[in-house]
């Protein structure tokens, strides 16, 4: 009696473990011949573009399978258009999203023009970081975040209300305490870099990758601090991290739900409901992409810096933290972004 139960158990462990197998084999056999869409949320020529074209170049030979990924734009309300359209796109794992990574700040503080919740999404990852830092112009004398509170008065430029740079400042004025005047109405960064070539402003915060090199080599402007934690070559190896000049806890929880778009960078999800046999499949093809040295090597001759990636996993994790913040946090970022 007892060789024939260990016999009905041996044989269902065989079944159970021949079904796991098939399972298995049927799940990373799905991408065979088949397209993944890379809906864009902008028009073609931009960064999100560029990043996204890329990856899709080499993201196909690491998912089992080795299906085609084409890119397709499809821009509107700064990329909300992309991300709503996963509500009725296929929700079988051939769709995948990229978009501007504001949003998740817009969501929260402008609920009733951006009816989107990203947590209510897939996350594949991020390419990786924005990396800004804010800076003088090396003539105004102030060259440490310290002279920067005693300064009687200093100012910046801006392109409009709600942009990263007017974030960045407000976060100086309004937490950090800077005596700092906003010039709102410049067309671009390009003609905020000549305002303060002129003289017309103190500094800015920006992308790193915006400021002039020559200005960085030849030491025509100081970094004060940097707004997201990694730290590229060029940059001080002591220049402090906005997170540590935050003196309090609420201080800190304000300032990385501002700095969010930041820290998630280049965004891409899929649909909630996607099978998570396939989720797992997309996610580990999108890291192992980002470790390819051909897919490293072609990045930065297109010079696109990727610093600071996220998986699928941390990405999730981070953005469900962003949804946990007090309505107190939520009411002082919308002053700060400018939101109505």
């Not at 440490?144 to 740079?165: I, K, N, Y």
């Not at 990758?209 to 001080?236: C, E, F």
């Not at 930065?300 to 990636?309: C, E, R």
């Amino acid at each position: 009696m007892l060789n024939g139960m260990a016999g009905r158990i041996a044989i269902g462990l065989f079944m159970a473990t021949f079904a796991a197998t098939a399972q298995a084999q049927s799940d990373s056999g799905f991408y065979k011949n088949k397209t993944i869409r890379l809906i864009v949320g902008f028009s073609p020529g931009g960064g999100y573009d560029a990043n996204a074209r890329l990856l899709a170049r080499f993201m196909g030979a690491h998912i089992p399978g080795n299906p085609n990924i084409v890119v397709e734009n499809m821009p509107g309300a700064s990329s909300l258009k992309s991300v709503q359209y996963l509500e009725t796109a296929p929700k079988d794992g051939t769709v995948m999203v990229a978009f501007n990574a504001g949003l998740v700040i817009q969501s929260q503080v402008d609920p009733n023009n951006f009816r989107i919740k990203l947590t209510n999404y897939s996350w594949i990852g991020s390419i990786g970081q924005e990396i800004r830092m804010c800076y003088t112009r090396a003539e105004s004398g102030v060259k440490t975040f310290a002279q920067l509170q005693q300064h009687p008065s200093l100012s910046f430029g801006e392109t409009g209300v709600g942009s990263a740079g007017y974030i960045d400042q407000g976060i100086m004025r309004i937490i950090l305490g800077v005596k700092l005047k906003t010039i709102i109405g410049y067309p671009g960064s390009a003609d905020k870099v000549l305002a303060v070539a002129r003289g017309e402003l103190d500094g800015d915060c920006a992308s790193y990758t915006s400021v002039p090199a020559d200005w960085i080599q030849n030491h025509k402007i100081n970094m004060i601090y940097r707004s997201t934690k990694p730290i590229l070559p060029g940059m001080p190896a002591d220049l402090p991290y906005v997170m540590d000049l935050a003196k309090t806890p609420e201080k800190k929880s304000l300032i990385n739900l501002l700095l969010a778009p930041n820290i998630i960078g280049r965004p891409y999800v899929a649909a909630k409901d996607i099978p998570q046999d396939r989720l797992a499949l997309l996610r580990d093809g999108f890291s192992a992409t980002l470790k390819d040295p051909e897919f490293v090597a072609a990045a930065a001759t297109a010079n696109l810096t990727m610093i600071g990636p996220m998986t699928g996993d941390e990405a999730a994790a981070y953005i469900a933290q962003l949804y946990s913040v007090s309505p107190e946090v939520i009411a002082e970022a919308k002053t700060i972004t400018g939101a109505h």
